[in-house]
């Protein structure tokens, strides 16, 4: 019987609150702070329906950057958790609001600041020594990438072998939008666009190596056939787990990170960039200061616009080689999610559906008290048994599969 | 010994101005006015250096479409000619000043409303009663093309056939800019966009033929060498010139224009239309009304930001087939206009040359009493005799051939 708060009702939030509502017991009382009302009433009429009336979220219109909205609205709320699905440029400052009122927190992906590319756990990460001082929990990074990425990589550690020697992640969407959908990214435009023209990095032997960016002519990819998905093709990329998973791994040999792109995502992606639509400096357009990349995010497609007829699966999971009793071993660990069956679940799309999932299987264990602790952590922290996380998020809808492999695939062993 | 009022000093209106600064017998007084200060005193200070002092133009900072200003400063001027280099979205408000104030015009293209896409010369030439009344005269579309091509048309007609069977107007831009500009339209961002993703028409027998869009994959192309400018790739496309050739030509079986373009500069312009940069509706940014094409343009490479380091061609011309004396003759008329001596002499490039310095000698045989008449005239018109046009046209820098061919080129015998 826990209090929760909810921030963000988006693609990502609405299957969060969807899901939550599907354990009562757990989360007697879903509260939820969202900029946009309406969305969040459509997230509520959908979850009272789909629940008979017995779910009602409480709504609160209100941007937790408004520091005297938020606080007054948590004093009153009183919650024992704080779930933000939000933007991660709060990041900082919900956690900041747990800490002045001892409130557990839980975030989907890692801090960024909106004037600058990049993202890192560092600042989050320097919260650590308050939140254990206030007794309080909070996990970051917890959707699926990253979140159970870097769990299935615990798991591998904890569990399947002695000592783990590389890790591949491979983020596979295999899904198919309306043909009228040219270009759409897989999550928050904004976001998505920042990340894919970051430079390129993996880790080899205690340190970064560096291979350009996505849309130079010269991008690291393969093709792959993923199980139950299809064949796609993976480009090496820089993405949130590599950055934690070495400390938590101390002997890896090399982590990196691949997602699957069509040419033509590629090609929209660099002419965007090129004519410089991912600029997040200002632009004056007579008198008003417009960023291009969040104007560019205006014009895109919405979930909301093609979430009803997107079919096909995604697939993500790790490829870890190692050692176990002595021998050689490498596996593939990885989930499939169904776009459309996700939706009519939660009125989400399987990137929504992976991302928030994860979050609220950690916020049950973290409320039923099956993970416990303090501090601020990672989701492959030894502190968090991943497990219990893995058995748990196979029972909300997130099944997950283990193949042992005979060796990594020829295009895993070279080093690029 | 004329006073002339010129709008406009971007890349069109410096080119138009260094070139009435050489005749300062014709243009004995030469106003500017214009949106932006700067540009008007960089374009003076450079007339003054190139004439040694000689020509010192008069800047007039203001907004031609300010009614109460633009008013008064023809009032004062009373000048004998305005030559509007300016947005074509200005051309009706300076018509109807010039027929207020009693002054002949000259553009360089066509009207467009800003809030519909197309062009047209049918609200220009409505006001040709009204010109010929006040004795005035106006020649619309007087740059290259439309310009140009019209009166080689013309010459053809007058001097060249006695009967024209078909007219494809080829406008190639051979030119190469530096390596850090990925992608820039030929002049104005906002007008070449609006422009190209038009539905394509060209005429046939007395009816348009549609074709598509230059951004679908079955756009209609073939590969052409210019002389002395090398192989490019034009494609079919509708412009300016279609509109009134045919009327001036009445036994015209066949009019298209065709325009060169790189695969890469198409893939630039379907994305950019896909993602809807180059819609101009408005779209509410934070309460900001932003017309994203509007918002393109900002982001856009500049001519200034190329032209010093451009180098190449333009060749646009007519391929013309028809009969004289009772045989069968196909001619090819162009002018060749290299980008580097363009910059060199007026500080804009062959694009801005090859538009501006037409209408200098239209002004310039209209001041001298060489062209005379009444009404609103396009450039074919059988009132303006294109042949000592084309002779002032070729002491002016643009110099111009006629070949005579055996036969038309294989790709433009076909009607497609």
Known sequence: MSKVLVIGCGNVGSVGL????????????????????????????????????????????????DNA???????????????????????????????????????????????????????????????????????????????????????????????????????????????????????????????????????????????????????????????????FTPYLMYHEELETIPTHIPELKRARFWMTFSKSYLTYLRILYEVGLVRIDTIDYNGTAVIPVRFLKMLLPKAEDFNKTYIGKTNIGNIISGTKDGKKKVIYIYNVCDHAEAFKETGGNAVGYTAAVPAVVCAKLMLEGQWHGTGVKNAEDKLLDSKIFLEELAKNGLGWSVQTLKDLPEALKKDY
Request: glycine share 6%; hydrophobic share 35%.
């Open 69 to 231: 909205f938020f606080s007054e609205l948590i004093k009153k709320i009183q919650p024992a958790l704080i779930i933000n699905f939000g933007s991660t440029y709060d990041d900082l400052v919900v956690m900041d609001a747990c800490l002045e009122h001892n409130v557990n927190y839980i975030d989907t992906a890692c801090y960024e600041d909106p004037e600058k590319y990049g993202f890192s756990y560092e600042l989050q990460l320097a919260k650590n020594e308050e939140f254990q001082k206030k007794n309080l929990l909070a996990i970051v990074g917890a959707g699926f990438d990253p979140g159970v990425t870097n769990i299935f990589s615990a798991y591998a550690r904890d569990y399947l072998f002695d000592s783990i020697d590389t890790i591949d992640i491979l983020d596979c969407n295999g899904g198919s939008k309306n043909e009228e959908i040219k270009f759409a990214p897989n999550f928050d435009p904004e976001m998505n666009l920042r990340e894919l023209i970051l430079p390129i990095k993996f880790w080899k032997d205690g340190a970064w190596q560096k291979r350009g960016r996505l849309i130079d002519e010269d991008a690291v990819f393969f093709d792959f056939d993923f199980p139950e998905t299809g064949v």
């Open 18 to 65: 969807h899901k939550m509502a599907q354990h009562p017991k757990t989360f007697s009382e879903i509260h939820m702070v969202g900029r946009t009302i309406k969305k969040c009433e459509n997230v509520r009429d959908s979850i009272k329906e789909k629940t008979n009336g017995k779910v009602n979220l409480q709504i609160h219109p209100g941007n937790v950057r």
